[in-house]
């Protein structure tokens, strides 16, 4: 189950044997449905990210929603828990799929913190929903942007998928724990946010900086630095590595030829468009595809 086309990109990632991981991103104005069978010994961990999705049972007859910055854990022995999401117009989610034999390696030693591997819970459904830090959030919107050939993907995105589990099911023996104070205000990462979508919304004529800045409401300089702790990235860095990925995945769909992605993308000329593209991948558009 994978589709990658313009505006609607779907991939299901093999982490490794027994752990998978479902990452969606709905462009389009429509609502999107993923249907996949999921065996009863799997954990379904749902993040999602940016607007809500909607998760139906028994044929449908209930559902949860799952809010922006939100998490659901769901677990059930005792039956098959198929997925049914509604991705919403704009939505992007994220959803762990972990054997329960997988799981328990990750916490053979500290299972006691997680309530559902103790002896007497073990056998039963569990069900839990957070909140997710911002910790959690820079670290999720990481997983969706990154710099990196695409040949070092798969290695990025599994060292993230850990780290992800490490903050979700970390308990801190100290409550005063160190965290970025930026990040600690919602405010603050919700203006970055705001900046980041901006940027993607207007890629074919980007604004400056300055009038970045005054777009979200922000001071430059923290513009740019609550950019870079939030996406790993300058803002300009992130923008280029977006448009090379987008254009990468319109010329996989072989519907747009490269002049035309190169105009999609805010180009005004296709040799300057191949340059930049040559540099990010190694390669050509046109060889690039011709090796695929």
């Given at each position: 189950m994978?589709?990658n086309?313009?505006?609607?990109?779907?991939?299901?990632?093999?982490?490794?044997?027994?752990?998978?991981?479902?990452k969606?991103?709905?462009?389009?104005?429509?609502t999107?449905?993923i249907?996949?069978?999921?065996?009863?010994?799997y954990?379904q961990?749902?993040f999602?990210?940016?607007?809500?999705t909607?998760?139906?049972?028994?044929n449908?007859?209930?559902?949860?929603?799952?809010f922006?910055?939100?998490?659901l854990?769901?677990?059930?022995?005792n039956?098959?828990?198929?997925?049914?999401?509604?991705?919403m117009?704009?939505?992007?989610s994220?959803?762990?799929?972990?054997?329960?034999e997988?799981?328990h390696?990750?916490?053979?030693?500290?299972a006691?913190?997680?309530?559902?591997?103790?002896?007497?819970?073990?056998h039963?459904?569990?069900y839990y929903d957070?909140?997710?830090?911002?910790?959690?959030?820079?670290?999720l919107?990481?997983?969706?942007?990154?710099?990196l050939?695409?040949?070092?993907?798969?290695?990025?995105?599994?060292?993230?998928?850990?780290?992800l589990?490490?903050?979700?099911?970390?308990?801190?023996d100290?409550?005063?724990?160190?965290?970025?104070?930026?990040l600690?205000?919602?405010?603050?990462?919700e203006?970055?946010?705001?900046?980041k979508?901006?940027?993607?919304?207007n890629?074919?004529d980007p604004?400056?900086?300055n009038?970045?800045?005054?777009?979200?409401?922000l001071?430059?300089?923290?513009?740019?630095?609550g950019?870079?702790?939030?996406?790993?990235?300058t803002?300009?860095?992130?923008?280029?590595?977006?448009k090379?990925?987008?254009?990468?995945?319109?010329?996989?769909?072989k519907?747009?030829?490269?002049?035309e992605?190169?105009?999609?993308?805010?180009?005004?000329?296709?040799?300057?468009?191949i340059?930049?593209?040559?540099?990010?991948?190694?390669?050509t558009p046109?060889?690039?595809?011709?090796?695929?």
């Amino acid at each position: 189950m994978k589709k990658n086309v313009a505006k609607n990109i779907f991939d299901e990632v093999f982490i490794e044997e027994g752990f998978y991981i479902l990452k969606y991103h709905n462009q389009t104005e429509e609502t999107h449905q993923i249907v996949k069978e999921v065996k009863r010994d799997y954990i379904q961990l749902h993040f999602c990210i940016k607007n809500s999705t909607k998760l139906f049972f028994n044929n449908s007859t209930y559902s949860i929603d799952i809010f922006e910055n939100k998490s659901l854990l769901l677990y059930n022995p005792n039956q098959d828990l198929p997925i049914q999401l509604e991705v919403m117009p704009k939505a992007k989610s994220i959803t762990f799929l972990i054997s329960i034999e997988k799981f328990h390696t990750f916490f053979t030693q500290e299972a006691g913190l997680i309530h559902f591997l103790n002896e007497e819970n073990k056998h039963k459904k569990y069900y839990y929903d957070k909140v997710l830090d911002p910790n959690e959030v820079v670290v999720l919107n990481q997983m969706f942007h990154y710099g990196l050939h695409s040949s070092l993907e798969k290695l990025y995105t599994k060292g993230k998928v850990y780290e992800l589990l490490s903050l979700y099911f970390h308990i801190s023996d100290n409550d005063e724990v160190q965290k970025c104070p930026f990040l600690e205000d919602e405010s603050n990462v919700e203006k970055i946010r705001n900046a980041k979508n901006f940027l993607i919304e207007n890629m074919i004529d980007p604004p400056s900086l300055n009038e970045l800045s005054d777009k979200i409401n922000l001071p430059l300089q923290h513009l740019k630095d609550g950019f870079k702790q939030i996406y790993g990235e300058t803002v300009f860095t992130f923008l280029l590595n977006y448009k090379m990925e987008y254009a990468r995945k319109l010329l996989v769909t072989k519907k747009y030829n490269i002049t035309e992605t190169s105009f999609e993308v805010g180009y005004s000329t296709p040799s300057h468009f191949i340059v930049a593209f040559k540099k990010k991948y190694g390669a050509t558009p046109k060889k690039y595809l011709s090796s695929l």
